[in-house]
């Protein structure tokens, strides 16, 4: 457990700097949203120069968490002399190469990073990571707390949808009792918790339903080492008008079976990148299968990149998915 010195040590040493840009991984997620947009309103309360710049869009089904449009992407940036001579923060992850092509201005600027995953561990006076918490909005919540910041209605509901993402509505094992203090207090800035969980849970595209069809067609389920994984071509889910993102979640239903320990979703993104990603529970430590190949995230919920063809993907990650499984 971390101590609040992690929280005033990091906070002294963001008053430190003056001029900010903010990002998180590619594919945003709500709690990379929910802590870019809360760190740059406590940044902007401050009287701090922060811009807040990502090398994805964010995806139709979080674009509500973000009315106002302030979180800006490569695709769409006109001047990108605002980059340079800022101090990169990267949020919810603490590996400038998860932030796709943001990496590039990284010489051009100091960076430190804020991010609650099991990777990597430990912090220093520029990686702040804190994996005994269930999510980066709450770290971004502490700090807001410091500073004394009451909080607008935008940044309240960001936050706690980037919680309840994280810690899958309370349900995943870091939750912990201030979580719940959190989210009680972010309540009270008008966030209406059964509202979050329609907007994130029940908005997305219908070809999500038809997808499913092709998953369940590709199912495998492996009972006696208890992993059941899905896999699906890139031609598959476009042709349905879906982007890559429109799957997140679906891994969840594979770990649903009492039996089943571990699931997998190979999601073929290109003919030779792969993107895999891994729920599991209970004890069941997934991250060294990910690990091999440069991923990251918690033990229940990971993932990686291979790059290779998804056949060969699928027969070389699987041994070592076994393995974890045996091992745990």
């Not at 709690?31 to 947009?37: K, P």
């Not at 590996?95 to 430190?112: K, L, P, V």
């Not at 990251?296 to 790059?307: D, R, V």
């Not at 070389?316 to 076994?322: G, L, N, R, S, T």
Request: net charge negative; hydrophobic share 35%.
């Amino acid at each position: 457990m971390i101590d609040k010195s992690f929280y005033t040590t990091l906070y002294e040493r963001i008053m430190s700097q003056d001029r900010f840009l903010l990002t998180t991984h590619c594919g945003p997620d709500p709690d990379g949203i929910g802590g870019e947009l809360g760190l740059n309103y406590l940044l902007n309360q401050s009287g701090k120069d922060s811009i807040v710049l990502n090398n994805d869009p964010i995806s139709p089904m979080y674009r509500f968490l973000d009315p106002e449009s302030q979180i800006m992407n490569l695709e769409t940036l006109k001047d990108h002399s605002v980059i340079r001579d800022r101090t990169i923060v990267l949020i919810d992850t603490s590996e400038i190469s998860r932030t796709g092509e943001i990496q590039r201005y990284a010489d051009h600027n100091s960076i430190m990073a804020i991010d609650h995953h099991d990777s990597n561990g430990g912090h220093s006076d520029t990686i702040f990571q804190n994996p005994s918490v269930g999510s980066t909005s709450e770290i971004i919540y502490e700090l807001l707390e410091i500073a004394g910041i009451s909080l607008s209605s935008i940044v309240a509901h960001a936050l706690y949808a980037g919680i309840v993402a994280d810690t899958g509505y309370f349900r995943f094992g870091k939750t912990r009792s201030r979580t719940h203090e959190i989210a009680g207090k972010l309540m009270e800035y008008g966030v209406h918790p059964p509202d979050i969980a329609e907007r994130l849970y029940n908005s997305a595209p219908a070809g999500r339903l038809l997808v499913k069809k092709i998953l369940y067609n590709n199912l495998t389920v492996l009972e006696k080492d208890s992993i059941a994984y899905f896999h699906i071509k890139q031609s598959d889910w476009e042709q349905l008008g879906l982007v890559s993102d429109d799957l997140g979640g679906i891994v969840n239903e594979l770990i649903e079976p009492y039996k089943i320990k571990a699931g997998i979703l190979f999601t073929e993104r290109s003919p030779n990148t792969i993107r895999v990603s891994v729920r599991s529970k209970g004890n069941a430590n997934m991250l060294p299968a990910v690990a091999k190949y440069g991923g990251g995230g918690h033990k229940n919920a990971c993932g990686a990149t291979i790059l290779l063809d998804l056949q060969s993907a699928i027969k070389e990650f699987i041994p070592e998915a076994i393995s974890c499984i045996q091992n745990s």
